[in-house]
């Protein structure tokens, strides 16, 4: 779908040709003398379009627009949230009739992240899964025109906004994939397919060469499966060599079936989603490239299934990992934290101002958090800081952890300098827990996304997050805000 952002009054944009003309009227809305303004304003004045947001005014073939659907959406006092669910609701009415040009037009003059909500919101409203459909029905909506007055003002915005929907979007389709249509393989071939973007290159690491590293924590995970690992090298070089790169280390469990510890059935086919963390990093690359800020940025997905046959891994074993630490491996389910601490000691070779890694890695993050906000722990402050107001800008919310030593207790063992997981209590602690032991070279934070990035029941798909945090993160380095 293609994005473009048009400077109209309600005079011009009533000449606007378009399937659907979603009206966007805050409380305060002030009319000017032509016919559009005088619709709109009785609308507020009847208290159709009151003070609480979301309420829809639709509209057949109204003599004031050039649109046959013309749809009044009441946003309140145009905030991001109000204008998101505006949008989501206007377009979610009309979603079998939404032709191919959509315009979203702001009646007063429109706040730059009220701008990037719409433009997020109108994607997520019209996005389709196709890929493993026999009869596939994709998005026949081809323009999204964003009307607003004071057009120039918010320009920035709305390109980041647009940059985004494209990371989201190629994270919500690898991350709905099934596992057997995103092997480890395929995710590689994914990251090779961003490498012919400008400033992305890529390279792959197969079974051979991580042996040769070391990583025998990754190893021990992806050894009871018939399918090969693949370790993800992603680079995006959008400044000068010699400037320092952010790491990021995205989770690329393609199946998680928890090993010899297996799970239980009921909704075990979830686990295809426990590749989201790599999802959101490919996404973010694609945005990168899109958006060509003036920094470094470095992707590493360890990806492998976590399966079960005659040579997988089993409780008690012990492996050693890439940093020389020995790990007993007390349940296969706790994989993540395995295949991530490798990559975290890789990550070390590029002298990082930062490492973010972003995983599905704990249960108990969704009983702490829910879907609402992801898991946030740093070992920096202003790491950590910057990172939730990231957060906070975009709308893709995360909430600090904390990282206390005393929680760190559980992980203690006999038969090996740490084990692989704790006591359930504080689940998702322990696991950054685990995780930190591997990142004392570099300034670190961690994401579980474990709850947020992907809804289950009727609407069950990926969200896409955290790719909003990142490119936020990432875009705020170059000052730009
Ligand atoms: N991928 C799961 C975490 C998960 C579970 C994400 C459910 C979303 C929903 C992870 O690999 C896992 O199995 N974690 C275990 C850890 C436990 C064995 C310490 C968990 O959370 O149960
Ligand atoms: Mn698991
Ligand atoms: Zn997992």
């Not at 190629?170 to 995103?182: D, G, I, M, Q, T």
């Not at 990992?321 to 491996?329: C, D, F, L, P, V």
């Amino acid at each position: 779908m293609n994005f473009e952002l048009k400077p109209l009054t309600l005079v011009g944009l009533a000449n606007e040709k378009c399937d659907v003309l979603v009206l966007l009227v805050q409380q305060d809305f002030k009319p000017g003398k032509d016919e559009l303004s005088l619709l709109v304003a009785q609308t507020v004045k009847a208290g159709d379009l009151g003070a609480k947001p979301g309420q829809l005014v639709p509209l057949y073939r109204a003599s004031q627009a050039n649109a046959p659907r013309l749809l009044l959406a009441g946003v309140g006092e145009g905030k991001a949230k109000q204008v998101r669910a505006a949008v989501s609701a206007a377009l979610g009415s009309v979603k079998a009739s939404l032709g191919k040009k959509v315009v979203l037009a702001f009646a007063s003059p429109a706040q730059e992240d009220a701008v990037r909500a719409a433009v997020l919101a109108a994607a997520d409203a019209t996005y389709s899964y196709t890929h493993t459909k026999s009869k596939p029905e994709p998005r026949t909506l081809q323009k999204c025109l964003v009307v607003a007055s004071n057009a120039a003002e918010v320009s920035a915005s709305f390109d980041r906004a647009v940059g985004t929907v494209l990371g989201i979007e190629l994270a919500k389709e690898w991350a709905n994939r099934p596992a057997n249509f995103a092997t480890p393989t395929l995710l590689g071939q994914a990251a090779q397919a961003l490498a012919k973007l400008p400033k992305v290159s890529c390279e792959i690491l197969g079974p051979k060469e991580v042996a040769k590293l070391g990583m025998g924590s990754f190893m021990a995970v992806a050894q009871g499966s018939d399918e090969p690992l693949r370790f993800i090298v992603l680079r995006y070089d959008g400044a000068a060599k010699t400037k320092a790169p952010t790491v990021l280390v995205g989770k690329g469990i393609t199946f998680d079936s928890g090993g010899i510890s297996i799970k239980p059935a009921p909704e075990m086919d979830e686990m295809k989603f426990d590749m989201c963390g790599a999802a959101s990093v490919l996404g973010v690359f694609r945005a990168l490239a899109q958006l060509k800020p003036a920094i470094n940025v470095v992707g590493l997905i360890p990806s492998c299934e976590n399966l079960i046959n005659g040579r997988a891994v089993k409780p008690g074993d012990v492996v050693t990992s890439m940093s020389g630490q020995t790990i007993e491996i007390l349940n296969t389910d706790a994989e993540g934290r395995l295949v991530l601490c490798d990559a975290l000691s890789y990550a070390e070779r590029f002298k990082p101002t930062a490492v973010v890694d972003i995983a599905t890695l704990t249960g108990a993050c969704v009983v702490a958090l829910g879907g609402v906000r992801s898991g946030l722990f740093a070992t920096d402050d202003a790491l950590g800081d910057a990172l939730l107001a990231a957060g906070e800008r975009s709308a893709d919310l995360a909430w600090r952890l904390p990282l206390d030593e005393d929680y760190a207790d559980g992980l203690k063992t006999n038969f090996a300098d740490v084990a692989n997981v704790a006591g359930r209590a504080g689940g998702a602690i322990t696991a950054a827990k685990f995780l930190q032991r591997f990142t004392s070279k570099y300034p670190w934070a961690h994401l579980d996304i474990a709850g947020t990035a992907w809804k289950s029941g009727a609407a069950k798909g990926a969200t896409g997050r955290p790719v909003g945090l990142l490119v936020e993160y990432l875009m705020a380095q170059v000052g730009t805000k």
